[in-house]
Antibody
Framework: QLQLQESGPRRVKPSETLSLTCTVS??????????WGWIRQPPGKGLQWIGR???????YYNPSLKSRVTMSVDTSRNQFSLKLSSVTAADTAVYSC??????????????WGQGTLVTVSS | SSELTQDPAVSVALGQTVRITCQGD??????ASWYQQKSGQAPVLVIY???NRPSGIPDRFSGSRSGNTASLTITGAQAEDEADYHC???????????FGGGTKLTVL
């Protein structure tokens, strides 16, 4: 069974860079069928799509975050990562990694990590 | 369009039918997926595409689309269906994903 696990600092200072890694187990990140994505949820608010990455390294970022987001993939470690620069308190959220299956006119997010709360605070 | 709109909260009596909606221009071109999220837990996919249920999801959950509105219907709501429900689809470019703001379902 596929499992995804987020790891990284739980607290980041304003203006610094948030860095998270998602480790995938029970399946290969190099599968050609799937994208790998990051989603966040500020406390008490809805889900926000951050972006997705393919095993080859191709990326699609949320246009509203694009200037601050970088994603990368390490197929040898079965991991993918998120960097979000110049963070502010508005970036405080539960950050989750997920597996995305595009299927023509829709997408399935069929597996999620448990999520990790990252707080931006000095 | 870059938005999907959901009602913040909906309630339903136990055993009755409830429809949760998601509106957005991109839904005229793309189908929505729906996720159930219980407190403190990761979201779970309940409906995707035209009207597909992943293995293990009860058949009281169904999905539909009309114009710019996607709907999730729960026929015979159970107490365990009380949760937040999030819709998700692509934006009008087809390259980026969108989420609605989520609907909190209360089963009375």
């Amino acid at each position: 069974q596929l499992q995804l696990q987020e790891s990284g600092p739980r607290r980041v200072k304003p203006s610094e860079t948030l860095s998270l890694t998602c480790t995938v187990s029970g399946g290969s990140i190099s599968s050609r069928d799937y994208y790998w994505g990051w989603i966040r949820q500020p406390p008490g608010k809805g889900l926000q799509w951050i972006g997705r990455i393919y095993y080859s390294g191709s990326t699609y970022y949320n246009p509203s975050l694009k200037s601050r987001v970088t994603m990368s993939v390490d197929t040898s470690r079965n991991q993918f990562s998120l960097k979000l620069s110049s963070v502010t308190a508005a970036d405080t959220a539960v950050y989750s990694c997920a597996r995305l299956l595009p299927e023509g006119l829709w997408d399935r997010i069929d597996s999620w990590g448990q999520g990790t709360l990252v707080t931006v605070s000095s | 369009s870059s938005e999907l709109t959901q009602d913040p909260a909906v309630s339903v009596a136990l055993g009755q039918t409830v429809r949760i909606t998601c509106q957005g221009d991109s839904l005229r071109s793309y189908y929505a997926s729906w996720y159930q999220q219980k407190s403190g837990q990761a979201p779970v996919l309940v409906i995707y595409g035209k009207n597909n249920r992943p293995s293990g999801i009860p058949d009281r959950f169904s999905g539909s689309r009309s114009g710019n509105t996607a709907s999730l219907t729960i026929t015979g709501a159970q107490a365990e269906d009380e949760a937040d429900y999030h819709c998700n689809s692509r934006d009008s470019t087809g390259n980026h994903l969108l989420f609605g703001g989520g609907t909190k379902l209360t089963v009375l």
